[in-house]
């Protein structure tokens, strides 16, 4: 299949992870790579392997301890510092040992191991930016401004790397992330998945996510207890696994709305769920541009999110309802003035599905826009 940049031409892309673990950042890797190997182009995904299902560690993969260079998985500040050298002293073997066009670094780790490792190689560096919490832009911009681009996918984002993190304005590109059409799912399949989780219920509200301290779970649980005492029918599913599973649980129970809050864990069809859902609700402290509010408005639902970045992006009045962050009150009125009115709710699950019909969540024009970003890279690079 010919390159829709450059017909003929192909290149070698190594895209390197933190872990390659559950969650957006590695769908949209995988989904990238997939798509550039289609085109003919040679992918290598680089960094720490995880528990994605049927993720190749084959010839194609380079394992490093990306992993334990971050924050959250290195430990102590001198344990960080060694895994560093180890990865990057890896990876520059492995980069003498095999022509690399372009280095596409997904979050910070992986893109100072990969800016030590590349150091008089004359190989691009771009790094993507998925979002963190507010306090290590800066952070970030220190590191993200040693790469040749500084990819993000909201200009929400973008406008933070520059005035907080630093990164000129030149090497800031903003390229979204492609959304692959969802699967097909009888009719009586959603019908008898929403009566199992309905149960005596009359409204579904559901959350994919991750249960970790940047999605909120807690606030949402909060908001829960506030919107139950006078609309005890409304349910509500929280899909997803994670570090802090036992402890949200516990918090649940404690708030009282254990009845209310459904932990179904990992899901393997997340279409499903939101199709048997009436509203998706996503409480994060931070963002980029997820996933998830694309796949719910791909099931025909409307969206209230917290307005983290990327989030103010995807959703106006008209497919749903932007929050403050953390701010119960503003949670509890969106998700009951959505599902107390059946025409509104009617009137936002049709524009919800119109939207996700946009170029801007198409895989194929999202990810050409890459394509056509790494032969720019490779261009300036050679």
């Not at 528990?51 to 560690?57: A, E, F, V």
């Not at 590191?143 to 933070?160: E, G």
Request: glycine share 10%.
């Amino acid at each position: 299949m010919d390159s829709t940049s450059a017909p003929g031409r192909r290149l070698h892309v190594l895209e390197m992870q933190t872990q390659f673990g559950q969650g957006g950042i590695t769908r949209h890797v995988l989904s990238l790579s997939a798509w550039m190997r289609a085109h003919g182009h040679r992918v290598t995904l680089g960094g720490t392997p995880s528990d994605w299902p049927g993720l190749d560690t084959g010839s194609d993969f380079l394992d490093l301890p990306t992993k334990f260079v971050s924050s959250d998985g290195g430990g102590s500040l001198p344990s960080r510092l060694l895994s560093t050298a180890r990865a990057a002293w890896g990876l520059r073997g492995w980069l003498k040992q095999n022509r690399v066009d372009v280095i596409h670094a997904h979050e910070s780790a992986p893109a100072l191991v990969a800016n030590f490792a590349r150091a008089g190689t004359g190989i691009p560096l771009a790094v993507t930016y998925h979002g963190s919490e507010p306090s290590r832009i800066a952070a970030f911009g220190g590191i993200a401004r040693k790469a040749d681009l500084v990819i993000t996918p909201s200009h929400s984002s973008a406008r933070d790397l520059a005035t907080i993190g630093g990164v000129p304005e030149d090497r800031l590109k903003v390229l979204g992330l492609g959304v692959n059409p969802p699967p097909d799912d009888a009719p009586e399949a959603v019908a008898a998945l929403r009566r199992e989780l309905l149960g005596d219920g009359e409204r579904l509200v559901i959350t994919l996510a991750r249960l970790h301290h940047q999605k909120g779970i807690d606030i949402l649980i909060d908001a829960v207890a506030r919107i139950v005492p006078d609309h005890p029918g409304y349910r509500f599913v929280v899909a997803g696994d994670g570090p802090d599973a036992a402890k949200l649980k516990t918090r649940a129970r404690e708030a009282g709305v254990e009845g209310q809050i459904n932990f179904v864990g990992h899901i393997t069809r997340p279409h499903l769920y939101l199709r048997a859902a009436d509203l998706f609700l996503l409480t994060s402290r931070w963002e980029a541009l997820p996933f998830s509010i694309v796949e719910a408005f791909q099931a025909g639902i409307p969206a209230v999110a917290a307005s983290c970045s990327g989030v103010v992006e995807l959703i106006d009045d008209t497919v749903g309802a932007v929050v403050p962050v953390g701010d119960i009150d503003a949670i509890r009125s969106a998700v009951i003035r959505i599902l107390g009115d059946g025409e509104v709710l009617a009137a936002m699950s049709a524009a919800a599905l119109a939207r996700s019909k946009l170029d801007r969540f198409d895989p194929d024009w999202v990810h050409a826009q890459f394509e056509k970003t790494y032969f720019a890279l490779a261009g300036q690079g050679g």
